[in-house]
C-alpha cells in the first residue's frame, strides 16, 4: 500500500478522460441521488419561498422586485470554466456530493457551456474539466481511512439515518435565526455546533455509544505505531478491512476544529474536554466524520494489509 500523501490527481485519473463528451450513465443523476439543479432549488427556496418559482440557471428570468427580466451584457458573463467551476464548488458545498457526483456535475456543466454561442467576446471557453475536478477535490474535500471487519461498519451509533449535510445545514440554519439575547445568553453562538463539538470531544475520549460521529484517520500507518491510543492500535490489527473514504471537508471534524468550537463554548466542563482533545497526539490523524452516509463517500477498500490475525478477536472500530 502506498502510504504517501494523497493527490487529487490519483483520483481523478480513474475518470474518463473527456467528460465533456461522455454519455455513461453519468451523465444522469447517480442512483440515491437527487438531481442537483433540484437540490439548488429546494436550498433556495427554503431560504427564500419567494423565489421558489424562478428557474435556477436562466439569468433572464432573475429580476429585481417586479422589474422586467434582462439579458446579461457580454461583459457580464462569466467564461465557460468559471461556470463549471462554480457548479462545481456549490455540488461540493451546498450538497456534499460524493467524488462520482462531482464528476458527473461537472460534464454536465461542460456540456451545458458547449452549447453556448461561440461568437466574439462570447461567454464560452475552453473548459479543462480533470483540472477543476482536481482543484476542487484539493479544496473541498479529505481523503481518509477507516479500518473496518464489514464494507456495512461505517454508521454512527446514534443519527444513522442523517446525512451528513443535513447536520451541516441544520447548524447553518440555527447560527442564521437564533435570536441575539438567546445566542448571548448561552455561548455567544450557535448552540447546535458547540453541542456537536462536546459530543465529538467525548468520541475521541472513547465514549462512542451515544455519539452521531464516525471515527477515521488521514494516515491509517501511524495508529500502527502510535503509543497514546493501545484502543486504536489494536483495531488497525484487528479489522479484517481497510477502507478509504473521499468526503467534504464541511462534514469532517478534525481535533482543532473541535478545540476551536470548544473554545467559544461557556460551560465549565468545556475546558476540560478541550485539554483532552488537545492532548491527543497528533500523529495519529484522527478525524471525525459527522453523518450517517459515510458509504455514500467510499472510493476504495482492500484486505487490511497491517492485519495480525488473532483467532477469537473481533474488535470493531467506532
Known amino acids: 500500500m502506498n502510504n504517501d500523501s494523497w493527490s487529487p490527481a490519483d483520483l481523478a485519473r480513474q475518470l474518463p478522460v473527456d467528460m465533456s463528451a461522455q454519455t455513461s450513465p453519468l451523465a444522469c443523476p447517480l442512483p440515491n441521488q437527487a438531481n442537483f439543479d433540484q437540490q439548488l432549488s429546494e436550498l433556495r427556496s427554503a431560504h427564500h419561498p419567494d423565489s421558489a418559482n424562478l428557474e435556477w440557471e436562466s439569468p433572464t428570468n432573475v429580476t429585481n422586485s417586479n422589474a422586467p427580466p434582462r439579458t446579461i451584457p457580454q461583459s457580464e458573463r462569466c467564461t465557460a470554466a468559471v461556470f463549471v467551476r462554480g457548479r462545481a464548488e456549490l455540488a461540493a458545498s451546498l450538497v456534499g456530493a460524493s467524488v462520482e457526483a462531482l464528476s458527473n456535475e461537472i460534464g454536465l456543466a461542460e456540456r451545458r457551456t458547449a452549447q453556448w454561442p461561440t461568437t466574439a467576446e462570447s461567454s464560452a471557453g475552453s473548459v479543462d474539466g480533470r483540472d477543476i475536478l482536481n482543484d476542487v477535490l484539493a479544496s473541498s474535500y479529505s481523503q481518509l481511512h477507516r479500518f473496518q471487519n464489514k464494507s456495512s461498519h461505517c454508521k ?163
Open 156 to 318: 454512527p451509533r446514534i443519527d444513522d439515518d442523517v446525512a451528513a449535510m443535513e447536520h451541516v445545514r441544520s447548524m447553518a440554519d440555527l447560527r442564521c435565526h437564533t435570536r441575539a439575547h438567546v445566542a448571548k445568553a448561552f455561548c455567544d453562538d450557535d448552540i447546535d455546533e458547540i453541542d456537536m463539538a462536546r459530543m465529538a470531544a467525548m468520541h475521541a475520549y472513547g465514549y462512542a455509544k451515544l455519539s452521531s460521529f464516525v471515527s477515521l484517520a488521514q494516515d491509517p500507518l501511524q495508529l500502527l505505531v502510535s503509543d497514546g491510543d493501545a484502543r486504536a492500535k489494536a483495531i488497525a490489527q484487528k479489522a479484517k478491512e481497510l477502507h478509504t473514504y473521499t468526503v467534504p471537508k464541511v462534514a469532517v471534524w478534525p481535533t482543532s476544529r473541535i478545540d476551536g468550537v470548544l473554545a467559544r463554548g461557556s460551560d465549565p466542563e468545556d475546558s476540560k474536554l478541550r485539554e483532552w482533545v488537545n492532548g491527543i497526539p497528533t500523529k495519529e490523524t484522527e478525524v471525525l466524520f459527522l453523518g450517517g452516509n459515510l458509504e455514500d463517500y467510499r472510493t476504495g477498500s482492500q484486505p487490511n494489509p497491517y492485519r495480525i490475525y488473532r483467532p477469537g478477536t473481533n474488535q470493531e472500530a467506532q
